[in-house]
């Protein structure tokens, strides 16, 4: 029997952070969220969506991803005669771009999926562990006594790795003061998020004095051909992020030389199965990868977590406990063991949404019935 169509509730949600998160482009002191629950015959499935209110680091924003969903995605799927994962994919091939719309949507359809088969999506993607080492991801702090002791407590709690987020006027500094006073053993990242230009060559130059794990995106993310001459002059490895949106632009950017190494999020390249796709690329040409994160709610982080799993991850993930970021999730917590998060087991994302929980922190819920539905919109032609 094929797989019906019921309904989708797209939650909007806006949960408090324990503490203000700063990057070069934003200060967030709140998670505001997509959530996309799809019940297919009698299955919910759910998906995080990691737009943002505004188009700040994404071209795709929440308000626009909701439309999209309404207006045209829901009316595709619900047509298709049979609704399934590998047709959903085929299907939003008609949907130009929009890889966060398009993770989610895969990703309650998906989850549902593996639901009804009983399979664990760390299963489904290929998962070779059943914990995996995490690290912990910092925001600009307003001083260096601050992040000094912000990066002992996250030591102590036992993460693997620290990455600090950086700008110009704010790198040097700080990354040399951590260096400092944790010593050359530990491992130590710098997140740059498109912050500088080609005119700062001679300046990042100077990063490599700080033995580096590596420099994740300083330029921006279209400019592949300036980060494959910066890996040419600079011994520090050059991580690549927000320049690979899928399979095409992670191919691209490794034959150009431009990685040493790829951030896979799945929600930036389109979902779980696109995420596989370049960690086997990479994989293959010897290019080591790893997961971050966007300060998911417990369903992203679940999602994340099976596919950090995968044997081509090969440094700690910005995944996290979930008190990294919230006092209280909408799905059980997250414990930090031994610099460790467990991978779920369970079917599909294998977590199990708080209902009241997330009624607390929903802003507004629309409905989508599939007798609701309008006719899917005509093709372009």
Excluded at 101 to 121: N, T, Y
Excluded at 136 to 147: A, E, F, K, R, W
Excluded at 247 to 272: C, E, H, M, Q
Aim: glycine fraction near 8%; include cysteine.
């Amino acid at each position: 029997m094929a797989a019906a169509f019921e309904f989708a509730r797209i939650h909007r949600l806006r949960m408090p952070l324990v503490t203000p998160f700063r990057t070069s482009m934003a200060t967030e002191t709140h998670r505001e969220l997509l959530l996309l629950q799809l019940r297919v015959d009698g299955v919910d499935g759910w998906a995080e969506c990691a737009a943002d209110p505004e188009p700040l680091y994404y071209a795709e924003y929440i308000g626009g991803v909701a439309d999209l969903l309404t207006t045209r995605v829901l009316p595709m799927i619900g047509a298709l005669p049979r609704l399934t994962s590998a047709a959903v994919a085929q299907c939003l091939t008609g949907v130009p771009g929009n890889p966060l719309l398009k993770a989610v949507v895969s990703g309650a359809v998906l989850d549902a999926e593996l639901k009804r088969a009983a399979m664990p999506l760390a299963d489904f993607l290929g998962a070779t562990r059943s914990e995996v080492p995490v690290g912990v991801s910092i925001g600009i702090q307003p001083d260096i006594g601050t992040l000094l002791t912000s990066v002992e407590g996250y030591l102590a709690e036992g993460y693997q790795r620290v990455k600090l987020k950086i700008r110009p006027g704010a790198d040097l500094e700080p990354l040399r003061a951590v260096r400092r006073a944790f010593g050359d053993d530990l491992a130590l990242q710098a997140d740059a998020n498109q912050a500088y230009t080609t005119a700062d060559v001679t300046h990042l130059r100077r990063f490599d004095e700080l033995g580096l794990q590596m420099l994740e995106q300083p330029f921006p993310a279209e400019q592949l051909l300036a980060h494959a001459r910066l890996t040419e002059v600079i011994d520090t490895p050059v991580c690549l992020d927000e320049s690979v949106t899928g399979p095409d632009s992670a191919a691209t950017a490794l034959a150009l030389g431009a990685a040493s190494i790829v951030n896979i999020k799945p929600a930036r390249v389109g979902g779980y199965p696109a995420a596989r796709a370049i960690h086997d690329l990479c994989r293959s040409q010897g290019v080591p990868v790893w997961c971050g994160g966007v300060l998911e709610s417990g369903v992203g982080r679940a999602g994340n977590l099976a596919l950090a799993a995968l044997p081509g991850f090969t440094f700690p993930g910005d995944i996290s406990a979930t008190r990294r970021y919230f006092a209280e999730d909408i799905t059980a917590a997250f414990e930090l063991t031994d610099g460790h998060l467990t991978v779920p087991t369970g079917p599909g994302l294998g977590v199990s949404v708080d209902l009241e929980a997330l009624r607390r922190f929903t802003v507004s819920t629309t409905e989508v019935t599939a007798s609701s539905l309008p006719a899917p919109s005509p093709a372009h032609q």
